[in-house]
């Protein structure tokens, strides 16, 4: 049973990232908006039994198959579990400067260079319109992309699979960043972790 969804772990302390993310804007970000967007794919789902064994993946992977009466907020909230669930695994303090193995090659061969991705990553992070993210994704023959998102879709709804993503939703560097969303997504380089990142690269090959 997936059902009912539970919220993640950090997996390090809300001040393990400073001062490239703020411990307060991590408290709010993984306490009230990750944990909101929980209860609510579970109220969404609790009148549904047939879909309590999917998981959160499963159900925004394929959101025609669903009750049209909950689509949207499994959309939204489910897409907003889904994608912070990654984003907490993806960062961590004190990682590696740059990916190595695999998906180092496979970033060469995608993007030209590691510092080429990263121009990539940021510019459609920070040309997102509004809220939403950006994101590495992986198809299953294990070629890359960069891809961003508005709101809480997920690159799940479109067949591929997120490797990497970053938030920029104003709730997650408002109150380090105000307004200067470059400068953040410039400082999250600092805290990701690629040893997570080259797994699920890993696991989306199959």
Sequence with gaps: ?????????????????????????????????????????????????????????????????????????????????????????????????????DLAAAIDAAFGSLDDFKAKFQGAAGGQFGSGWGWLCSDGSGTLSVVATANQDSPHMQGLTPILGVDVWEHAYYLNYQNRRPDYLAAFWNVVNWDRVAARYEAAKG
């Design 1 to 101: 049973m997936a059902y009912p969804h539970q919220l993640p772990e950090l997996g390090f302390a809300h001040d393990a990232l400073e001062p490239h993310i703020d411990a307060r804007t991590m408290e709010i970000h993984h306490g009230k908006h990750h944990a909101g967007y929980t209860s609510k794919l579970n109220a969404a789902l609790e009148a549904h039994a047939d879909l309590h064994g999917k998981s959160a993946i499963e159900l925004v992977s394929d959101l025609d198959a669903l009750p049209a009466d909950i689509r949207g907020a499994v959309r939204n909230n489910g897409g907003g579990y889904v994608n912070h669930a990654l984003f907490w695994d993806v960062m961590t303090p004190g990682g590696a400067d740059a990916p190595g193995g």
